[in-house]
């Protein structure tokens, strides 16, 4: 039995790069699809978000002396990308995939509409919401947190190279704490960066779970689902 019937996979565009972090890695698009089809086939109703950071970070593009709008909008682009990638990976393995964008794009995309994203996902589909939320100086953080309550999921999993939230970098510190549990609180006072603020407020909000989890083992999406602790849960 489920513990989480509906949910929304947040991904990071860099994970779909591989080990360089750029570009599209077709044995990890590969490995992603097979966990989230694993995952509609056990009954799961399934949304994800992509960033687009193995292609281009506006914010970082601002830094460089891109116009903000501009880079955000890059950014937003780059994420169409991703997500039409991602869903092809995932229809190869007789899946239903639909690719939706926050700003009309058609024919490379569907228009976003909550209720037609809900109808893909409620047939044993993936809706895959790409373009943000369609607005610069927003994240695609802050998009996942958005879809996830638009679309009422049991919880949004934030999927990552790190097996949950430390109190300070695994990847630097070796002596870094893993923690289980986290309140919203908690993981705002103690500026533990699991997604930035506009998100949590929206899923502190909306009472949406998060959870970390290293999405790279392969199974973890399955077990988490199922109800093993994998990762960390802020709540």
């Known amino acids: 039995m489920q513990k989480y019937s509906k949910i929304l996979l947040k991904l990071s565009g860099e994970s779909l790069g591989g080990e360089s ?3 599209l890695d077709e044995n990890i698009l590969d490995q992603y699809a097979k966990e989230i089809a694993s995952a509609v086939e056990s009954g799961c109703s399934v949304a994800i978000v992509i960033g687009g950071g193995n292609i281009f970070r506006g914010l970082t593009g ?8 501009r880079g955000d909008q890059m950014g937003m682009l780059a994420t169409v990308i991703n997500s039409i990638a991602l869903s092809m990976a995932i229809r190869s393995l007789d899946i239903e995939c639909e690719v939706f964008t926050a700003t009309p794009m058609e024919p490379f995309a569907r228009y976003y509409v909550r209720d037609k994203a809900l109808e893909i996902m409620e047939r044993g589909g993936v809706a895959i ?7 610069p100086f927003f994240t695609t953080d802050s998009a996942s947190a958005l879809r996830a309550a638009e679309l009422g999921v ?3 999993l934030k999927g990552t190279r790190v097996d949950g939230v430390y109190d300070k970098d695994p990847e630097k510190f070796k002596d870094a704490v893993k923690y289980s549990k986290l309140s919203f609180d908690k993981a705002l006072a103690d500026n533990l960066r699991v997604m930035d603020q506009t998100a949590f407020a929206l899923c502190k909000e909306n009472s949406v779970p998060i959870i970390v989890f290293d999405m790279n083992t392969p199974g973890n999406l399955e077990k988490l689902l199922s109800g093993n602790e994998i990762g960390t849960i802020v709540s």
């Open 21 to 23: 972090g750029k570009g």
């Open 62 to 69: 601002a830094g460089k002396g891109f116009d903000r709008v």
């Open 129 to 135: 919401i790409a373009g943000g939320t369609g607005n």
């Open 154 to 156: 049991s919880a949004l």
